[in-house]
């Protein structure tokens, strides 16, 4: 149960104004059950054709010095972390984003009763090696419905699945839930500057719901 971010600008421009918003919302955030974002948050933003990376075990907001100090860019991902269980806090590893070569990956839900057997500690790092091996074979867009697909056929139980995906040049999310709508739901806002998908709305941006179920592609 956590926040995400994905944002795409036609030029690059410098993270901190979007990076201040979201981690105004995150503070606020908080889970249907009463859980905060606070167990650490990740950045990643493509520079050089290639994705850089910032993790820290710190909530998102007790950071905001830091925010002036990353390059531009015109594709970044943002993750506030609520870790699901007490044993898996305080590791940077379970921090999000994920990337490889191409593509910067986050997620937030809850699947109960997998039954698949793939490699990773944690959810989240299962879902990504699932959707990195599909990748391998087909388009974002079809290793997307395949991997969630995949995933709905072998879980007991999911209250929310949302995975997002920045690449080099789209931003990318699949939304889906079963409860908490308030909470589950993903927003974007499809400006001709700036475009933006994320789990809640943030200040200086109109936004629009993206219904359970559905896929986008900025």
Same mark, same amino acid.
């Given at each position: 149960?956590?926040?995400?971010?994905?944002?795409?600008?036609?030029? !690059?421009? $410098?993270?901190?104004k979007?990076l201040?918003s979201?981690?105004?919302?995150?503070?606020k955030?908080?889970?249907?059950?009463?859980?905060?974002?606070?167990d650490?948050?990740?950045?990643s933003?493509?520079?050089?054709?290639k994705?850089?990376?910032y993790?820290?075990?710190?909530?998102?907001? /007790?950071? /905001?010095d830091?925010?002036?100090?990353?390059?531009?860019s015109?594709?970044?991902?943002?993750?506030?972390?609520?870790?699901?269980?007490p044993?898996? /806090?305080?590791?940077?590893?379970?921090? %999000?984003p994920?990337?490889?070569e191409?593509?910067?990956?986050?997620?937030?839900?809850?699947?109960?009763?997998v039954?698949?057997?793939v490699?990773?500690?944690?959810?989240? %790092?299962?879902?990504?090696?699932?959707?990195?091996?599909?990748?391998?074979?087909?388009?974002?867009? %079809?290793?997307?419905?395949?991997?969630?697909?995949?995933?709905? /056929?072998?879980?007991?139980?999911?209250?929310?699945?949302?995975?997002?995906v920045?690449?080099?040049?789209?931003?990318?999310?699949?939304c889906?839930?079963?409860?908490h709508?308030?909470?589950y $739901?993903?927003?974007?806002?499809?400006? !001709?500057?700036?475009k933006?998908?994320?789990?809640?709305?943030?200040?200086?941006f109109?936004?629009? $719901?993206? !219904?359970?179920?559905?896929?986008i592609?900025?």
């Open positions: 149960m956590c926040r995400f971010l994905l944002a795409k600008s036609k030029q !690059p421009i $410098s993270p901190k979007i201040t979201f981690a105004k919302m995150a503070e955030s908080k889970a249907f059950d009463g859980d905060w974002q606070g650490g948050w990740g950045f933003w493509l520079e050089d054709n994705w850089k990376e993790r820290s075990l710190e909530p998102i907001w /007790k950071e /905001k830091k925010f002036a100090k990353f390059s531009e015109n594709i970044f991902s943002i993750h506030a972390r609520s870790a699901s269980f044993q898996h /806090k305080n590791n940077i590893e379970y921090n %999000q994920y990337t490889n191409s593509y910067s990956y986050v997620f937030n839900g809850e699947l109960k009763g039954t698949l057997s490699p990773g500690n944690i959810g989240s %790092q299962k879902i990504w090696f699932l959707l990195s091996d599909y990748l391998k074979k087909m388009s974002l867009t %079809q290793a997307l419905s395949k991997t969630t697909d995949v995933l709905k /056929k072998n879980s007991r139980n999911i209250q929310a699945l949302n995975i997002g920045a690449g080099k040049n789209t931003i990318s999310a699949y889906h839930y079963n409860q709508p308030n909470y $739901s993903l927003q974007y806002s499809d400006n !001709p500057d700036v933006i998908i994320c789990s809640e709305i943030i200040d200086g109109n936004f629009k $719901s993206l !219904p359970t179920n559905s896929l592609t900025l």
